[in-house]
């Protein structure tokens, strides 16, 4: 069960910085991850929340406006090479998958 939670943070993660190549606001991040996956991974809006919070400390995304509650976000340059580093990983452990079942999961 924790580490179902934790894969699909993770999954959460990625795609709103994903998503942030483009200036978005909260709702439209939760309703893009959502079209983006088909469903697969949803974001609530608190967890959203804390995500962004957590990527503005982080130096990920910068906060670009503020209309009353309705805040907009854009990735940095640092946002942008930890997307790039974290699909790197996830395509060498794709990759050690496959060698490891011999291809058995295509």
Known sequence: MAREKFQTLTEQMFYILLCLRQEQCGAD??????ELTRGRVAVGPGTLY????????????????????????????????????????????????ETLTGGAGT
């Open 29 to 34: 991040i939760m309703d893009q991850v959502s």
């Open 50 to 97: 804390n995500l962004l919070e957590h990527f503005v400390q982080a130096g990920y995304i910068a906060e670009t406006k503020v209309e009353g509650r309705r805040r907009s976000y854009l990735i940095t340059q640092a946002g942008q090479k930890a997307l790039e580093e974290e699909y790197r990983r996830l395509r060498t452990l794709a990759a050690d998958y």
